[in-house]
């Protein structure tokens, strides 16, 4: 078997931005299948103490939470000793990337940079990145795949996403550093920020469902994206671990092209509302009309598939919901 096939059982992994929505989900799927020892590095900026409450709850002195940045080098070093695979998820959102460029700079470009520096250095045997449907912007081919070209991207965030692939490359070429760079499409489900300034769709309309008034669509709500549920993401990450495979990217997405306004018929549904549609004026911001991934390659080397269904999700979205204990989700209670 190729060293870069690392097994989960007994090691030691190091998860940035193990607070939160993906990472803490990366955290309970590496401890459920018998990791010996979970670092979590998370700052705090957008995570959540609450999203590791399980893996506290059951993991005991196999999980540490480490409240620090990927900045500083002195703790990114220590805690990459002893460590055999990292996952690196800890990033800004994109909307915050294109309002603050240069703490987007220091968050994904800088930060990305110290962690497999000190990855390299500490020998870890594989690392596991976290990059984005954005590296392609709006694609020209349909379903697209990771030979697609980055040039139509025109985010910071998305020119981050596509350097540090390249910065992972260069590793892999002078340090020999093993690495696997997930890109991930339209990611959905629990511990999704409900409370934050960057809020996603969902939970604005599952707060307008849920206080009797339809879900608004800015436009005529055909743009379309390729959902894929969170769980299904932490499982690529875990898989791309366990796979003989290094120096690659691969498109996690769903292989389902589903517009706004379906989602937003989906998520009546989930939610039992007979309730219309109710479309805004059109919101001239995101210049991607269209998402949909090919991912035969995951599928081939990772053995990956996605498992989750839409409706399913965003039923188990509207119970996590819920149970958050939001006033604005009191009517559906
Ligand atoms: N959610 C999506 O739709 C999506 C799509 C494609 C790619 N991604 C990527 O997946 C990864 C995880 O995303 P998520 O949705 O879980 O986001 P998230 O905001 O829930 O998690 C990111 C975590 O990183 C932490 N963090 C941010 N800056 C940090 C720093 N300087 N030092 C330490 N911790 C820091 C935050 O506190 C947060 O807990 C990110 O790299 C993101 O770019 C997400």
Redesign the pocket.
Known sequence: MSEAAQPISGQRALV??????????VVDQLLAAGAAEVVV????????RE?LADATATAGDRLTVVD?????RDLVGRLSQGTDLVF???????TQCAEEPRLAL???VD?TFTVIEAAAAAGVKKVI??????VYGLAEQFPTTERHHPYNNDTF?GAA?AFNEGMLRSFKAMYGLDYVAL??????GP???AHGKYT?VLIRWMERIAGGEPPLIFGDGAQTMDFVH?HD?ARANVLAAKAPVTDTVYNIASAQETSLKELAQALLAAMDSDLPLEHGPERAVNGVTRRLADISAAARDLGWKPEIGLVDGLRGLVRWWVDLGDEAAEAVR
């Open positions: 940035t931005g193990g607070a939160g929505t993906i990472g803490s989900a590095l998370d700052n705090f900026v957008r995570g959540r999203n620090g940045d990927i900045n500083d690196h998820l800890a990033a800004i959102r994109i220091e968050a994904l930060g990145a976290s990059s984005s449907a954005s965030y996403k890109r991930y499409f339209n990611v959905y511990r999704m920020d996603e969170v993401i």
